[in-house]
């Protein structure tokens, strides 16, 4: 018995590993994946956008899962727990509105400013991971205290950044560093709640690789509505960006990179839980800084 009981502790311990790594390798690409955001500084509309960096999102969210599981795979794992499909559905649409907020943010203050503003979804992460699925409890307050004193930590940073932009006077701010705050908030409401299907999916035991399957069905049909009721209809200067290749290439290749990032991240919330796993991933905006600097 007490054999069994050591096994266990250490498989406890492994996944605990596993999902530290995941969460840390998550970071660096999220964090990459959005440099390619920067041409709506070229005047590109925000959903033009973050419409074709759907794209890639979706082919790549197709892509991947089928290579390492097969196709048949997929669709069973779905098929046995089609009530969650209706869950990744919605996580889909809240991170395509997410996403197009943030380009109106990357547009508005700078890529290195909206990195940590959105990434105040740590926070809201951790309040719907103690409200609704009671992560933390029974952990000693040491573990607690790491955790919330860590959340806050970011939010405080983002803070700070916020009230830098609209006082510095910063050229790379705009002249709407209010709005863009503002969206960059309201994409780390968005992608603080967006955590909350993920859980429910991984608690009931659907594969993350299935997940995302139907999640990407839910984002590009949700972006394509905001392109089509918001920005010109048929049209948009979405549907003008497509013929520029080499644009469409980075964002394409910003969305395959991100899906990389995503796959880490959900087994970083698989393992480790909401409250854990986005503030690990959000170590992204470190290399944001630097993509930043570097574009």
């Known amino acids: 018995m007490a054999g069994v009981v050591k096994k266990a502790e250490h498989k406890g311990l492994s996944l605990h590993v596993l999902g530290v790594i995941c969460g840390l390798t998550a970071g660096v690409w999220l964090g990459a994946a959005e440099a390619p955001t920067k041409l709506v500084t070229a005047g590109y509309s925000p959903f033009a956008i973050s419409l074709c960096m759907v794209a890639g999102v979706f082919t790549a969210r197709w892509t991947f899962p089928t290579l390492l599981k097969g196709t048949g795979y997929v669709f069973t794992d779905l098929f046995e727990r089609k009530h969650l499909i209706v869950w990744a559905l919605l996580a889909g649409a809240l991170w395509a509105v997410a996403n197009t907020l943030t380009v109106f943010a990357i547009r508005d203050v700078g890529l290195a400013v909206a990195f940590p503003l959105w990434n105040m979804n740590s926070l809201i992460g951790l309040l719907w991971g103690r409200v609704l699925f009671c992560e933390l409890k029974g952990a000693s307050a040491k573990n607690i205290s790491k955790v919330v004193l860590g959340a806050f930590a970011i939010?405080?940073?983002?803070?700070?950044?916020?009230?830098?932009?609209?006082?510095g006077g910063s050229s790379a701010a705009g002249h709407n560093a209010?709005?863009?705050?503002?969206?960059?908030?309201?994409?780390?409401?968005?992608?603080?709640t967006m955590y909350v299907p993920y859980r429910k999916a991984y608690l009931s035991g659907m594969n993350p690789l299935s997940f995302v399957t139907a999640f990407t069905v839910g984002e590009l049909g949700t972006v394509?509505?905001?392109?089509?009721?918001?920005?010109?209809?048929?049209?948009s200067s979405a549907f003008q960006l497509l013929h520029v290749r080499g644009a469409v290439f980075w964002l394409f290749l910003g969305g395959f990179v991100w899906v990389i990032g995503d796959l880490f991240q959900q087994f970083a919330t698989k393992y480790l839980g909401i409250g854990r796993g986005i503030p690990l991933s959000n170590?992204?905006?470190?290399?944001?800084l630097a993509w930043g600097a570097l574009v």
């Open 178 to 192: 209010v709005s863009g705050i503002i969206a960059a908030i309201g994409a780390s409401l968005m992608w603080g």
């Open 224 to 235: 394509l509505a905001l392109t089509l009721a918001l920005d010109g209809g048929w049209h």
């Open 283 to 288: 170590t992204n905006q470190l290399w944001g």
């Open 155 to 167: 939010v405080l940073a983002a803070v700070m950044l916020g009230f830098s932009t609209i006082h």
